[in-house]
Every structure is written in structure tokens, then in C-alpha cells.
């Protein structure tokens, strides 16, 4: 074989991997990876502060099938909403509205997931754990996604309990049981759940209204938003000190749950206080509204690797 036939093959052979790589990537992408770190982490809290012990093997089984199963509802959410996906800046690139993945794929896909997940579940831990997992597969695909999200500006409060299951599934996959903390654990998630998202749709607003979704900042304005993100952080921050007073935590969580509080209270107060036109618009992009955001997620992480480390090292 020449050199130059060989080339061409190695050529041809590097487009292909590139194009096989891609197709992978796409697959990965329809999971919501960056949603699934979160998702993962609290399932991941709630088995280890759970009272008993899995098996090492069963743990990590437990914590896959978590992150299949939202990977999965991940994934029928993207088919579902292929629609508003293609004329949402932020999506358009998505698999399916890009054409890289066709929609029944995708749903095939999202099925199989979420029913091995299940399955598997219960399998390896016990069907109660199971039982809550497809719960929160459902809720999150026919509660959220196909009966709340074009309907109601109030579709992420109680849509919102969709990503509150995890700390609750990690804690019933250890005990078999349903507890106090793990409902506390869920309503904290459930409460923070409104302010992140909201804080969010202030600067990505066009993009829903472009899509026909209701979300708050088109159907009340900007204003009443950044009222809401302001009285949900309120009610959010005295709940996460709960598990300190029924005795569940001690001074370590308690310490970072108050500072952590208090940091989120102000980056709230700072989006209603940034300066704005008379329907509430920012005047500057919006920028006390993403640093919100962004400090949503990681006071999310580490009010809770507060409450294992108290629980784990303080014990």
C-alpha cells in the first residue's frame, strides 16, 4: 500500500473516530450530565447518613441506578420537549433538535433506562428503594415536564420535588424504611429549588418567551420573580437548621447551615436590590441574578457535605 493510500485510510479512519466520539457524547448529553452531579451527590448524602450499613458492592449499585434513573428522565425530557428545545438559544444545540438523535431513539433510550434502573434497584437493595425511584422518574417526566411546565408559572415549585428525591431514595436504599430527615432533606431541596431556578430564568427569560413557557419572569415580570427568590431563600434557610434541632446534627452542620444561609440570604436580597427599570429589568445584565445562581449550587453542595461530615466524623 502506498503512503498516500495509507494516509487516506488513516484520514478516513480519524473522521470516523471523531464522528463515533461525537455520537457517543450525544448519547452522554441526553443524560443532562451537569444535572446529574447534583442529583447524584444528594442520593450519595442520604445513603451515607442513613442509619445501617449497605455493602460496598450494593452501595455503589444503589448510586448507579440513582444516576441511570435520572439520566434517564433526563433524556424523555429532552424527547418530550424537542420542540421548545429547537427555538431556546441555550438548546437549540441539544441532539434531538440538532438532528443527531432521533426522537423515538431517544425515548427508547430513556425507557430502557429507567425501568433497568428500577429493576435493578430493587434487585440489589429493596423495592420500597425501587418504589421511590420510579416515583421520581414519573414526576419528574409526566408531573413536570408534560402536565406543569407549559402550563403554570408555578411548574418548578412543585416540579420542584422531582430533584428533591435523591437524599430520600439513598436513605430507603440503606434502611428499607421512610424517616423524619430524609422528608427534611427533601422539603430543604424542594425549598431551594425556586430561588435557583428563578434566579436563573431573570437572565434567561427571552428564551422562554421565545418558547411559549410560563415561566415567572414572563408571566409576572422580573419584579415579582425577584420577590419570590427573596421569600422562598426565607423559607428555605430556617428549615435547613431542622435536622440540628431534632438532635439529628450537631455544631458542625448547624455552624455551616447558619453561614451558608446567611451568604444565600444576601446574594437573594442582592437581586431585588440591583438596579432596574419600573418592570423590575436589571439595568446591569442581570449580574447580581447569576451570581445567585451559581451560589445556589454550591450551597447546595456543601450544606450537605456539611451533614455527612457532622454526622460521619461528629458521631
Known amino acids: 500500500m502506498s503512503d498516500a493510500t495509507m494516509s487516506k485510510a488513516g484520514g478516513a479512519g480519524a473522521s470516523l473516530g471523531l464522528s463515533a466520539g461525537s455520537e457517543v457524547r450525544d448519547w452522554i448529553t441526553l443524560l443532562k450530565p451537569r444535572v446529574l452531579t447534583l442529583v447524584v451527590y444528594t442520593g450519595v448524602a442520604g445513603l451515607?447518613?442513613?442509619?445501617?450499613?449497605?455493602?460496598?458492592?450494593?452501595?455503589?449499585?444503589?448510586?448507579?441506578?440513582?444516576?441511570?434513573?435520572?439520566?434517564?428522565?433526563?433524556?424523555?425530557?429532552?424527547?418530550?420537549?424537542?420542540?421548545?428545545?429547537?427555538?431556546?438559544?441555550?438548546t437549540q444545540k441539544r441532539p434531538i433538535p440538532a438532528g443527531r438523535i432521533s426522537a423515538e431513539g431517544a425515548l427508547a433510550y430513556g425507557v430502557l433506562l429507567g425501568v433497568g434502573s428500577v429493576a435493578l434497584m430493587g434487585l440489589a437493595t429493596n423495592w420500597l428503594a425501587a418504589g421511590v425511584l420510579a416515583g421520581s422518574i414519573l414526576f419528574y417526566v409526566v408531573i413536570y415536564t408534560m402536565w406543569l411546565k407549559r402550563r403554570t408559572p408555578q411548574n418548578i415549585v412543585i416540579g420542584g420535588a422531582a430533584g428533591a428525591f435523591p437524599p430520600l431514595i439513598g436513605w430507603v436504599a440503606v434502611t428499607g424504611s421512610v424517616d423524619v430527615l430524609p422528608l427534611l432533606l427533601f422539603a430543604i431541596i424542594f425549598l431551594w429549588t425556586p430561588p435557583h431556578f428563578w434566579a436563573l430564568s431573570l437572565f434567561a427569560h427571552g428564551d422562554?418567551?421565545?418558547?411559549?413557557?410560563?415561566?415567572?419572569?414572563?408571566?409576572?415580570?422580573?419584579?415579582?420573580?425577584?420577590?419570590?427568590?427573596?421569600?422562598?431563600?426565607?423559607?428555605?434557610?430556617?428549615?435547613?437548621?431542622?435536622?440540628?434541632?431534632?438532635?439529628?446534627?450537631g455544631w458542625l452542620y448547624g455552624a455551616a447551615a447558619l453561614l451558608l444561609g446567611a451568604n444565600f440570604l444576601r446574594h437573594a436580597h442582592a437581586v431585588w436590590r440591583e438596579p432596574q427599570d419600573a418592570q423590575g429589568v436589571s439595568l446591569l445584565g442581570d449580574l447580581a441574578a447569576k451570581r445567585c445562581f451559581k451560589f445556589s449550587i454550591s450551597y447546595l453542595f456543601l450544606l450537605f457535605g456539611a451533614l455527612v461530615a457532622d454526622r460521619l466524623w461528629l458521631a
Open 48 to 90: 451515607l447518613v442513613a442509619p445501617g450499613a449497605l455493602h460496598p458492592v450494593l452501595a455503589l449499585t444503589a448510586i448507579l441506578c440513582i444516576t441511570i434513573a435520572a439520566g434517564a428522565a433526563g433524556a424523555i425530557n429532552m424527547w418530550y420537549d424537542r420542540d421548545i428545545d429547537a427555538v431556546m438559544r441555550r
Open 208 to 249: 422562554y418567551q421565545r418558547a411559549g413557557v410560563p415561566m415567572l419572569p414572563v408571566v409576572a415580570g422580573a419584579r415579582e420573580t425577584r420577590r419570590q427568590v427573596v421569600l422562598y431563600t426565607w423559607l428555605l434557610v430556617p428549615l435547613t437548621l431542622a435536622p440540628v434541632l431534632i438532635g439529628f446534627s
